[in-house]
């Protein structure tokens, strides 16, 4: 009886031995597991934190400044007005009081854009993809792109746009102001609206974007087929 007392007692010893055995080793290695995760996060935090310094001096070091993109030309090679077929006899040069309100118009334009890009940076710059529209009084009537390039620190570059309106209609309303803008005081205007967007390059690396918007004003004069005005705002985003 007292060796089989014995026995159980020595199996009960062990079993929890065994029990607290696997406690302690489960709760170490989640335990550790837990200060790996931990010092994981802190290295990359760390990481994260010295790359931002580093960016920082750099853009402290270099002072970075918006880039500029001036309309310097307008030139017009062609633009035509075709009212509709039931006022296409009205004589277009002289309105009177008499002359019927055109119910459609269609507007033909071939216009030239020569812009500067002005980089005054100690670093080169790379343009994305810029994109204009041509509007007459909010309407849209045309598009041109200008593909994507690089400048180099404290230079010039000359870019050219190409904005084609093929026969685009207007409304009634909007027609007899072309009409009228066209006929009695010899001046269209239009409105040229883009966006340029540039990345200043620091050692072979791009920084975050910087957004150029372009908004320019031009009157043209249909008889002489020529610019008489122009007036551009520019509004950047620093880095």
Known sequence: MTTRGDGDHRQRQLSSSSHYQQR????SSSASLKGCCCCLFLLFSFLALLVVAVVLVILLAVKPKKPQFDLQQVGVQYMGIN???ATAAADSTVATASTPTPTSAELSLNIRMLFLAVNPNKVGIRYGESRFTV??????????????????????????ATIVVDRVSLMQADAADLIRD?????????RVLGDV????????VDSPGVQVSVDCAIVISPRKQSLTYKQCGFDGLTV
């Open 24 to 27: 302690y080793y489960s709760s």
């Open 197 to 204: 967007g540039a990345r200043i390059r620091v050692l072979n």
């Open 83 to 85: 009212q509709s077929p």
């Open 182 to 190: 066209a006929a009695l005081n010899d001046r269209v205007e239009l």
């Open 135 to 160: 509007m007459y009084k909010g309407i849209p009537l045309g598009k041109a792109s200008v593909p994507g390039f690089y400048q180099e620190a404290h230079s010039q570059r000359q870019v050219v």
